[in-house]
């Protein structure tokens, strides 16, 4: 008896064992969470703090990888993936950036582009333009990037009167000192600049005009001397670094020619007689 029930029971055991493996085999497999998919950008970047009006150098900017959060708020950026870099060259930035920042397309300015010439100017400066021909603008040797001194050329005519007919007429006088060249007509850099001079075979265009960049007083002196007389452009020397502060003095004519003094009096009328001449000048008085 003892033998029958310890049988039942290891068949009972064996299918409860069977039933417990059905039920364990066809019960779904919990698998590891799906991770979502991150995506990633190579996009440019500063390796620097720059200022607004840099040009664009290799060395100023680097790519770097970023995830999908980095950019998401961002309305565009320069991925290396579609982006060609040489689309910035002789471009500026438009803006002050600091180290890390991510860059798009925006923030970079081509010399056709408007605000270009406004983000080159130096702060509290001012471009004022003026007129210009071969020998005022040293036969077009002075270009974009240059350093200048712009002279007045101008005559004390008034003084003939005032001063009994003695008087110094003719001066020079430097008016501004050691200011950038921004532009040479349309011409905003160097390599544009070369390009129209080979175009026009070296020869300045008529109603050509260089760009200067001043201050707020010089930008006023100048545009007063352009109504005195001729304005001319002298080049700096780039060997010297330091500024020169000497005060240039004016020179009048009488500077280089001493003997000039005296001038002609203000003739007006000559009458002939038959047996005499008198010379009747403009304020009546008879010379004979």
């Not at 991925?79 to 002789?90: Q, V």
């Not at 040797?141 to 350093?147: A, R």
């Not at 003719?170 to 501004?176: D, E, P, R």
């Not at 330091?242 to 203000?266: C, F, G």
Request: aromatic share 6%.
């Amino acid at each position: 008896m003892n033998a029958k029930r310890l049988v039942y029971l290891s068949v009972c055991l064996s299918l409860l064992g069977l039933v417990w493996l059905f039920f364990s085999l066809t019960a779904p497999v919990k698998g590891t969470p799906k991770q979502p998919t991150v995506n990633t950008y190579e996009v440019l970047v500063t390796t620097q703090d720059i200022a607004i009006g840099r040009p664009y150098s290799a060395s100023l900017f680097g790519w770097e990888i970023v995830d999908e959060s980095r950019i998401r708020d961002r309305i565009d950026f320069i991925d290396k993936g579609n982006f060609s870099i040489a689309s910035l060259e002789n471009t500026v930035t438009a803006g002050d950036f600091v180290a890390g920042q991510i860059l798009s397309p925006s923030d970079f300015l081509k010399p056709e582009q408007g605000g270009f010439l406004s983000v080159i100017l130096r702060p509290n400066y001012r471009a004022v333009s003026v007129p210009v021909d071969e020998v005022t603008a040293n036969s077009g040797l002075i270009g974009p990037g240059d350093h200048v001194d712009v002279l007045l050329l101008a005559s004390k005519a008034q003084e003939l009167r005032s001063r009994g007919n003695e008087t110094q007429s003719l001066y020079v006088k430097t008016i501004a000192k050691n200011v950038r060249v921004l532009a040479f007509n349309d011409a905003l850099q160097l390599a544009r600049y070369m390009e129209k001079q080979k175009y026009n075979k070296g020869v300045i265009p008529d109603n050509s005009t260089v760009t200067l960049e001043v201050s707020p007083l010089q930008a006023n002196q100048i545009t007063l001397a352009n109504q005195l007389g001729t304005l001319s452009m002298v080049l700096r020397s780039k060997n010297n670094n330091e500024t020169d502060n000497t005060e240039i003095p004016t020179v009048n004519v009488d500077d280089i020619l001493p003997a000039i003094k005296q001038v002609q009096p203000d003739i007006g009328l000559v009458e002939f007689r038959a047996k005499d001449k008198r010379i009747m000048s403009n304020a009546g008085n008879e010379n004979d």
